[in-house]
């Protein structure tokens, strides 16, 4: 194809991580390729790197190898380019999107029209109200609810706290906020004391807490969404020697901090969950399966699917001796990985092929070959209106906690 | 790059007035004024929180606002002959990848990574000064061109994630204190006083002032214009890239969306420290003054509890105050009604 | 070359079409650019001329292409506008807390938008013509206040927007002519018509010398309120029809646009410093923003490094431009 030459010839000069796409459109019977996009909006965040690493790891693994196109696409932060993205993708006869959509509500309309065209939408981590296409997300897990849970019953049900949030206007945040809110609005001892945008990132984390510390030296808890470990580093340089009760997400620092014994003796306590790269892979998994014909597609609006919400306490923190999630561990340590490594970005039962140079390098892992999805892996989500669906009620339960029970009452 | 202001006053010929009042410059007024605001509302939000208005408050502050100042030193100049540097976040992130990659958590070494990475960071800089001068690009587009092209080879370099650490020495300076007081801020006072030498008292501040006030008579008079707005967009990256070395050391990492804060509040702490954007008048203890102005008004802000949407208006509308109050015509009918003695 | 027009110092009206002075002056070069853009577009990707192709791509230029028009007037007359992010964020939420269905509906909801943007964009004009207040550093301000009004708005993405607006105006009103064409081309013929109105005139001759402008008796501080105001419902536009585009409203969905309009403006050729320019120049310079982003995806560059190319390709169409403009002017002219 001359467009394949034209492609081949720019492609040498340019350097970049995308892995090529082989010309335009090839109808699945064709070639018996799939042509599977990976496309990304944010990418500069260890988050982002890793659930595109081990989506490229698994395409990578055999028999993928040999049966999948996969094509990297990073559209930036502006919804417009990823629209624009989805129709060239759509255009050029994708097969399937594993996508990280920008936006939960803009990028409807070409998914609609892919979904007319016969492509395959699988979002992973954020979601799409669009009822054709798949979502899967841990975001009906309850981070927010389950975490305020436990920081309430580390405190006793009273203090002064922390929120540490994400990046304003935006509706993950809303969600795990709301949640969170509707478990301390049951407390009325728990008292507030600062709330802060820490736009998920270590180091923004640490400076605004570091401000609401200077207002509050007395904190007691904090309430962290993604960039937690800068929590821990505010605290320690306030004062070295005084530390309390923080939930977060699984960055490696904060569940090493969570284990490591000279923290607990200060008073670090807590829960180590949030968002995990592995969502990418699983979506993945489960898209091949149904285009292979392994796995049944869902009925449209049926394809809320919910990623199992990680949970680590700090008593089953477990470090890592290899390169995978093996006999129950759950962190790998300083010299593997950096402070801001996303620690879930393994599933043993969901992603058995993947090892630590899946995910910090997009490397197959040696000698492993891709497994079939435990039958009762995929279980459906509830409806978030204006996240995963619309036109549609909040179920009443959606604050019920799954992970945890208060010990204190209200 | 913009057309001058002709309907001010102040710069049409004036007889010269002796009288006493004239000889308070409003430049020190506005730099007295910045500061004297900045204590009144650090004492004023002690009605907030008992554990303001105090000493660790300011010592917050000053800490936190160091990273801001030292970049801003930069853009101040920069804006000082008449330029705008949008490059800013992107070579903070240079800063940041590159020392937690260099240094790679080790000492060894130091005294050569940190002045290497100052020297790659001028270099973008001086590629910004080139741009603008020689090739007469408009400073907006050469640099926000320059910072798209350096952030996309920073991610391309980390791949996403930054790896690495800064060395511990440096993580430790960040964490000392000398006499009690956090070394940064050490830093920040030491950084203050070096750059007001050279933007206001040294002839190279000076020949700046010159060219960003009049750039045609700079020329006539034989300056050479071009070597010194280069060399300023090169002191401006040194300068961002000095910042990303210190936001990582303070945070033991980098991260790729580290000089994100710091842009457009590094144009606004110029501006609410009394610098006029069109080039030729500010001082840069007037500019240190105005980023702690906007890092106690976010502290405050953020301890009152009155959401984003709120916080954000009222950053902006104070910016907008400072503009309005900072104007020349303001200062001299309020100087003409205050000190009307003679 | 240069002989033939030197000494001349008003715009040409009867010079031969192609002459450097014209190239330089209008939108020319940009349309060159285009459509040399275009016809690699067509060569690498085969489906780029089918209807629902070039719909689609006018659709997604169109809110870029109307902010850039907006930002040209004050541009134009010598000033900046960082308000743009601010403003169509602010209107994109009014937009999605109001629905109202129908054309009527539509209609109702255009008229509050182009409220608050002519508002906004009042707003600023007052601040920068009559407080004299520098621009750049007055937009910043009344940015950060709208997108800050926008989140007291809209906390997070919602809100709807009315079928009739979603599917309506992205549609086509006959095969291969979008609505969005239509807009576009409607913008092209008013500034055809403003330009050369005195109004116009007076934003151009602002821009070139404010002093001549001045003791030639134009009302300079009355031309730079209404350059913003101009801009502000430019903005309004194109948070309506971005609202439209995406059916959604989002206190967010202003900030891409604050360093894309100002690409697309020096993309098109016109000039910061003002005189030289048009609006024009600036939608298909945001047309071809919009269109690399597809021809880069179609040629495989979509990796980490497409910011490189694209700061490249801005820096040289900029180079270029410049380059154009000054061999057109006569020697002597700065």
């Not at chain 1, 509706?171 to 509707?182: L, N, Y």
């Not at chain 1, 699917?305 to 477990?318: F, G, H, N, Q, S």
């Amino acid at each position: 194809m001359k467009t394949t030459t034209k492609t081949l010839a720019l492609a040498a000069m340019l350097a970049g991580t995308t892995i090529l796409a082989s010309g335009a459109a090839q109808a699945k019977t064709a070639d018996g390729k799939w042509l599977i996009y990976l496309s990304l909006s944010y990418s500069g965040n260890a988050w982002q790197s890793e659930a595109a690493n081990i989506v490229k790891a698994l395409a990578a693994t055999p028999p993928f190898n040999e049966t999948v196109e996969l094509v990297e696409v990073i559209s930036g932060t502006d919804p417009q380019a990823q629209i624009s993205d989805y129709e060239s993708m759509i255009a050029n006869g994708a097969d399937g999107i594993v996508s990280f959509p920008i936006s939960s509500n803009a990028l409807n309309r070409v998914v609609r029209r892919g979904c007319n065209e016969d492509v395959l939408f699988f979002m992973y981590d954020g979601t799409v109200t669009e009822s054709c296409a798949y979502n899967i997300s841990f975001l009906s897990g309850g981070f927010g609810e389950n975490t305020a849970q436990a920081l309430v019953n580390e405190l006793g049900g009273k203090g002064k706290i922390f929120l540490s949030r994400g990046v304003p206007g935006n509706s993950v945040d809303e969600r795990h906020t709301d949640g969170a809110m509707h478990i301390f609005n049951q407390y009325p001892e728990i008292e507030i004391a600062a709330e802060y945008y820490s736009y998920w990132d270590d180091r923004t984390t640490q400076q605004e807490t570091a401000k609401a510390l200077a207002a509050h030296p007395d904190v007691d808890g904090v309430w962290a969404q993604a960039g937690e470990f800068g929590v821990i580093q505010a605290l320690l340089q306030a004062n070295p020697d005084r530390l309390v009760p923080v939930t977060g997400e699984n960055s490696a620092g904060f569940r090493l901090a969570l284990a490591n014994p000279d923290m607990q003796a200060k008073g670090l306590r807590g829960v180590s969950s949030g968002s995990g790269p592995a969502q990418s892979g699983f979506a993945f998994k489960i898209m091949m399966e149904i285009l292979n014909g392994q796995r049944d597609a869902l009925p449209d609006g049926q394809r809320n699917i919910e990623y199992p919400l990680p949970w680590v306490p700090a008593d089953a923190v477990k470090v890592c001796e290899g390169d995978t999630f093996e006999e129950g561990c759950n962190v790998f340590t300083e010299d593997k990985v950096p402070s801001s490594f996303v620690s879930e970005v393994f599933n043993p039962e969901l992603l058995p092929e993947l090892s630590l140079i899946s995910a910090l390098d997009g490397l197959p892992t040696p000698g492993a070959t891709i497994q079939p999805l435990p039958a009762e892996a995929v279980k459906l989500a509830p409806d978030m209106p204006g996240i995963n669906c619309r036109g549609c009620d909040a179920p009443a339960n959606l604050y019920e906690l799954t992970k945890i029970e208060a010990t204190v009452q209200p | 790059m913009m057309s001058s202001d002709t309907g001010t006053p102040e710069r049409s010929a004036r007889t010269e007035d002796t009288r006493t009042s004239q000889r308070i410059s409003p430049t020190v007024v506005t730099v007295a004024t910045i500061y004297g605001l900045v204590l009144v509302m650090i004492l004023a939000s002690r009605l907030i929180s008992p554990s303001f208005g105090g000493l660790s408050q300011l010592e917050t502050i000053l800490y936190l606002s160091s990273f801001l100042v030292f970049c801003a030193f930069g853009q101040g100049l920069v804006i000082l002959v008449r330029g705008l540097d949008l490059s800013v976040a992107s070579v903070i992130t240079v800063g940041g990848v590159l020392s937690a990659s260099l240094m790679d958590g080790s000492n060894t070494g130091l005294l050569h990574v940190i002045p290497t990475i100052l020297l790659a960071c001028a270099l973008i800089g001086i590629v910004n000064g080139i741009g603008v001068t020689v090739f007469n690009m408009p400073p907006f587009i050469m640099t926000m061109a320059s910072g798209i092209i350096v952030y996309s080879l920073c991610l391309g370099f980390t791949g996403g994630t930054p790896r690495g650490f800064p060395a511990p020495a440096m993580n430790d300076f960040m964490q000392a204190r000398v006499f009690g007081i956090p070394s940064p801020i050490w830093l920040l006072v030491v950084f203050a006083a070096l750059g007001t030498l050279v933007q206001s008292f040294s002839s190279f501040g000076r020949k700046l002032t010159a060219v960003g006030n009049n750039p045609e008579a700079a020329y006539v008079a034989g300056l050479p214009a071009r070597r010194l707005i280069i060399a300023v967009y090169g002191i401006s990256a040194a300068c961002a890239g000095f910042t990303g070395i210190l936001l990582a050391s303070y945070a033991n990492g980098a991260t790729l969306r580290m000089g994100d804060d710091y842009l457009l509040p590094s144009i606004a702490a110029v501006v609410v420290g009394g610098s006029s954007i069109l080039g030729g008048r500010g001082t840069f203890l007037g500019t240190v003054g105005g980023a702690m102005l906007l890092t106690t008004l976010s502290t405050i802000l953020s301890a009152l509890g009155i959401g984003q949407g709120w916080k954000t208006i009222m950053e902006g509308g104070v910016i907008l105050l400072a503009l309005i109050l900072l104007r020349n015509q303001v200062f001299d009918g309020l100087r003409a009604l205050v000190m009307r003695k003679d | 070359m240069t002989d033939a027009i030197r000494g001349r110092d008003r715009a040409p009206r009867k010079t031969p079409l192609i002459s450097i002075r014209y190239i330089a002056d209008s939108a020319f070069l940009i349309v060159v650019i285009y459509a040399l853009m275009a016809v690699i577009y067509v060569a690498v990707q085969p489906s780029a001329l089918s209807a629902y192709s070039i719909e689609s791509l006018l659709n997604n230029s169109l809110p870029l292409m109307l902010a850039a028009a907006g930002a040209t007037f004050v541009i134009l007359q010598g000033g900046f506008d960082l308000s743009v992010a601010g403003t169509i964020s602010l209107v994109n939420v009014t937009i999605a807390i109001n629905p109202h269905d129908g054309p009527g509906g539509a209609l109702w909801v255009l008229g509050i938008s182009l409220a608050i943007g002519i508002t906004v964009g009042a707003i600023n004009g007052f601040i920068v013509a009559y407080l004299r207040i520098q621009s750049i550093a007055a937009t910043l301000a009344t940015m950060i206040i709208g997108q800050g009004a926008a989140l007291i708005i809209l906390k997070a993405p919602g809100g709807s927007v009315s079928d009739f607006m979603v599917y309506g105006l992205t549609g086509s009103v006959v095969d291969r002519l979008p609505f969005a064409l239509v807009i576009a081309l409607c913008v092209m013929a008013f500034w055809t018509v403003y330009s050369r109105t005195d109004a116009g005139r007076n934003l151009m001759a602002v821009g070139q010398d404010r002093k001549a402008a001045a003791l030639s008796g134009i009302n300079v501080r009355r031309t730079e309120f209404l350059a913003f105001v101009w801009a502000g419902a430019f903005y309004a536009l194109a948070a309506y029809m971005l609202a439209a585009q995406t059916s959604t409203g989002n206190p967010a969905a202003g900030t891409p646009f604050l360093l894309l309009t100002f690409a697309a403006v020096a993309l098109g050729g016109t000039a910061f410093g003002g005189g030289r320019g048009g609006v024009t120049a600036s939608l298909f310079g945001a047309a071809t923003l919009m269109l690399m982003q597809k021809v880069l995806f179609s040629l495989g560059v979509s990796s980490f490094y497409t910011g490189v190319i694209q700061g490249l390709i801005m820096i040289a169409a900029v180079l270029f431009a410049s380059a154009v403009n000054h061999a057109a002017r006569p020697k002597g002219h700065g």
